[in-house]
């Protein structure tokens, strides 16, 4: 599993937010939409899909704030 937010790759983020309810909406080109509720509110989140390279540090923090999930839930 990653450590901290680096080294996140794509199938890391799908199965960690399909873990915590999020359900893949659509996808558009190299982007993956998954739509689940969060602080009782619904939440969209985009995900690049790059193949097996890993997301970058602005991206990743972009996909937790997205979420809506604590960061500290994102790092267990």
């Given at each position: 599993m990653p450590?901290?937010?680096f080294n996140w790759k794509f199938r890391d983020v799908d199965k960690f937010l399909?873990?915590?309810?999020?359900?893949?909406?659509?996808?558009?080109?190299?982007?993956?939409?998954y739509y689940g509720h969060s602080q009782n509110e619904l939440r969209m989140v985009c995900v690049p899909f790059h193949g097996s390279k890993s997301i970058g540090l602005k991206t990743m923090k972009g996909i937790i704030s997205q979420s809506g999930l604590s960061k500290e839930e994102w790092l267990k």
């Open positions: 450590r901290g937010v399909k873990s915590h309810g999020f359900h893949l909406h659509h996808s558009k080109g190299g982007h993956y939409f």
